[in-house]
């Protein structure tokens, strides 16, 4: 072979060389003995090794392929997956490349593989604290949250925890702090205690119907306010008739008196509702008493009287006991007398308080005489009715007129869309009449959102042949929330000739309420923001 190609031959071997001697080790390059082969080819003696020496290489590179998936449900890292064997090859030879496994990230300054983990591809710090919630991974406490046979062990980190509540901070770093590793919580529910740990582990707030009261229990109890708020918010966004003397109990528990407020207004305007939920027989004893003194409750006495009936049976099946009327009496204690029984009309009270045997004879009687007899006696029951709530009327007309064959009813459909801007309860219309004096209307009236029905009325009303408005009344108060639209229809069977408005307003102020009007596509006799009828809406607010 001639010359030139044995020195080409002898350089390819030195670059092969410096090649592996950059990928290697520092412990390996370490470990040359003096008197041995120049280190080349030694170098060169080790790639052409047998497969196990091979293996021994790879084995300085580990894969990194642990398995993360189960981070974020709670378990622990998997072990890492073996890695399949990858012999190393000259740079330059038919490998083409520098030898690196396929699963790793070669550091060239310091030798050493950098590792793939789950904190890699989890870039921000919310991304991976919220990885740790509900996480066995470096848990330093457990809680054992709810009573005992509905308990749920809960893993959890100190640190984290300790940031985000000053009650916890106290438990875990205080001169007093727990040394248990295991901590039990019977009063909070499972659910609820997830729902507080999230949020301080990701700022995520995950509120439903059936948790959140329980969850508002827990951010008090461990002083989260922020979550609390949120929960607070939620509750008054879902509160309507069938769960506001629930909420009421709650409120005053936490000491909420906003939303003690709103449940008043609900409380107030839709009282018959409201006494009549299922939910009002799970109050405590102290807010019934509460509600029987409200002068503001918009309903007869007749309604309140069988509610706190059925409150007492109620009571008498969580406390175990039979619901006989001794028991009820019971139960009730002074309750019973905040009924404004005399309040009543004689018919109502001989068709009811009379004949449900909760009143002694002797109470029996001497009602009787007072409603009867000239001198009437001593009652121990209030005898003022409630003031109630007074309707407020927004008129969206600045005049009204009447011209002979101007605007007639004729069984077709006067139609209005309206916004509030806070909570109203809309508890009827004011309507126009006959133009040509005294006469009878057949009314259906309706009240929609998007389209689907919310109340429906099929009911009568005279006018006197003036050109004042007569009222119209839903069965009940129907709630309408801010800042969305409502649309309130009405279809009038009766003379024909009637008054109608003029100069409407697209806005009108009507005490601390705004409303807004515009056209609805559901008229067809001619309504709209400019003239026609329906000129007021009757409200409680």
């Keep these: 072979m001639p010359t030139a190609d044995c020195r080409f031959l002898h350089h390819g071997r030195i670059m092969r060389c410096l090649t592996y001697l950059l990928l290697l080790p520092e412990t390996l390059k370490k470990s040359r003995k003096v008197g041995r082969l120049p280190l080349c080819y030694e170098l060169l003696a080790l790639s052409l090794t047998s497969k196990k020496k091979q293996k021994m290489a790879a084995e300085l590179y580990p894969a990194a392929n642990a398995n993360n998936s189960n981070l974020s449900s709670g378990t622990t890292v998997a072990d890492t997956d073996k890695t399949e064997e990858v012999p190393l090859e000259p740079a330059g030879g038919g490998g083409g490349g520098a030898a690196t496994t396929p699963t790793t990230q070669q550091n060239i300054t310091n030798n ?42 809960v893993p959890a980190h100190k640190y984290v925890l300790a940031v985000g509540s000053s009650v916890f901070c106290a438990m875990f770093y205080s001169d007093l702090a727990e040394e248990e590793s295991e901590i039990h919580i019977p009063d909070v529910e499972p659910a609820a205690f997830l729902i507080l740990l999230k949020y301080m582990y990701s700022d995520e707030i995950d509120l439903e119907a059936d948790t959140v009261l329980a969850t508002l229990y827990a951010a008090k109890k461990y002083i989260v306010p922020a979550l609390a708020k949120a929960c607070v918010t939620f509750l008054e966004t879902s509160l309507e008739a069938k769960n506001a003397c629930v909420l009421l109990s709650q409120s005053r528990l936490f000491e909420e008196p906003d939303l003690t407020q709103r449940c008043w207004e609900v409380i107030d305007a839709q009282a018959e509702l409201s ?26 006495e007749e309604v309140v009287f069988q509610a706190v009936m059925d409150w007492a049976a109620a009571e008498c099946k969580r406390q175990g006991l039979a619901p006989t009327t001794c028991n009820r009496r019971d139960v009730l204690g002074k309750a019973l007398f905040l009924v404004r029984i005399p309040t009543m009309s004689l018919d109502e009270f001989a068709n009811g308080a009379a004949q ?4 002694t004879l002797e109470e029996t009687h001497s009602m009787f005489l007072w409603y009867t007899a000239a001198n009437k006696p001593k009652l121990d029951f209030p005898l003022t009715p409630r003031k ?9 007309f600045q005049s009204s007129a009447y011209r002979s064959n101007q605007w ?41 959102r998007q389209g689907a029905p919310l109340a429906l009325a099929l009911t009568t009303f005279v006018s006197d042949g003036s050109s004042s408005t007569f009222p119209v009344w839903f069965e009940h108060p129907v709630q309408v929330e801010q800042d969305a639209f ?11 000739l009637s008054y109608f408005g003029q100069e409407g307003m697209t806005e009108v102020q009507c005490g601390k309420v705004t409303f807004q009007f515009q056209c609805s596509s559901d008229s067809t006799n001619g309504t709209g923001v400019q003239g026609g009828q329906i000129p007021e809406l009757v409200f409680y607010a």
């Excluded at 405590?284 to 007869?300: F, H």
């Excluded at 449900?356 to 009143?359: A, E, N, P, V």
């Excluded at 109630?388 to 969206?396: D, E, I, K, T, V």
């Excluded at 007639?408 to 040509?436: E, M, N, P, T, W």
């Design 408 to 448: 007639r009813y004729r069984g077709r459909c006067d139609s209005i869309q309206f916004a509030v801007d806070k909570r109203v309860f809309i508890a009827g219309l004011g309507l126009y009449g006959s133009s040509g004096g005294k006469a009878e209307y057949s009314v259906k009236m309706e009240l929609k």
């Design 356 to 359: 449900c045997d909760i009143l």
């Design 486 to 496: 409502y649309t309130v229809s009405v279809v009038l069977d009766g003379n024909e």
């Design 388 to 396: 109630g709530l007074a309707p407020q009327r927004c008129h969206r």
């Design 112 to 153: 050493n593989v950098e590792p793939r983990s789950w904190q890699c591809s989890h870039p921000t710090l919310r991304e991976r604290n919220a990885l740790m919630f509900n996480n066995e991974l470096m848990a330093d406490v457990h809680f054992i949250v709810g009573p005992p046979g509905g308990s749920q062990r």
């Design 275 to 300: 006494l009549r939920s299922e939910g009002f027989g799970e109050i405590d004893l102290q807010t019934l008493e509460i509600i029987l003194r409200r002068e503001t409750l918009n309903t007869k």
